[in-house]
């Protein structure tokens, strides 16, 4: 079996800008594309008592969470050997640990350009990974243009 090209998403224009890239890649490499969401984990949301009881739980989550990967696959065009997966837990680790259990070429993901309080309070999943990975990462800038030098 190829090793695949992993591309995280979370469905955003964001992370859909890797795309283009996991295409060419995938075309060069003759590599299948393994697209995957990760869900975050139920504990996260079981403190907040606040909330109505009327929520989904994490299986109709879960659910919703595949039939958008499938559609999202198939919307991008990503190929007969493209595949998806939702994992649940917390994003970076899932992704890495995916990428090391599939023996993968490399990880192919967006970032969403947050600065400042922003980058501080809700991290980076996309430094993380690179920081991490055993494998090559392929760093898509979220946005196109010029960067200002200060």
């Known amino acids: 079996m190829t090793e695949p090209i992993i591309v995280p998403t979370d469905f955003s224009e964001?992370?859909?800008r890797a795309l283009s890239w996991a295409r060419r890649m995938s075309a060069l490499l003759d590599a299948p594309i393994h697209c995957i969401y990760v869900m975050s984990e139920a504990s996260v949301y079981s403190g907040m008592e606040f909330i109505p009881a009327?929520?989904?739980s994490?299986?109709?989550?879960r659910e919703g969470a595949e039939q958008e990967l499938v559609k999202?696959?198939?919307?991008?065009?990503?190929g007969a050997k493209a595949t998806g997966e939702?994992?649940?837990?917390?994003?970076?680790v899932e992704i890495i640990r995916y990428a090391r259990t599939n023996n993968a070429a490399m990880i192919i993901m967006s970032t969403h350009g947050y600065g400042g309080l922003k980058h501080v309070l809700l991290g980076s999943t996309?430094?993380?990974v690179v920081r991490k990975a055993t494998c090559p990462?392929?760093?898509?800038p979220a946005?196109?243009?010029?960067?200002?030098?200060?």
């Open 126 to 128: 996309t430094e993380a």
């Open 72 to 78: 999202f696959i198939a919307e991008h065009d990503l």
């Open 14 to 16: 964001h992370s859909a």
């Open 137 to 140: 990462v392929l760093s898509v």
């Open 58 to 61: 994490m299986e109709e989550i």
């Open 86 to 92: 939702v994992l649940t837990g917390s994003p970076f």
């Open 54 to 56: 009327a929520y989904p």
């Open 143 to 150: 946005r196109d243009g010029e960067f200002e030098m200060p």
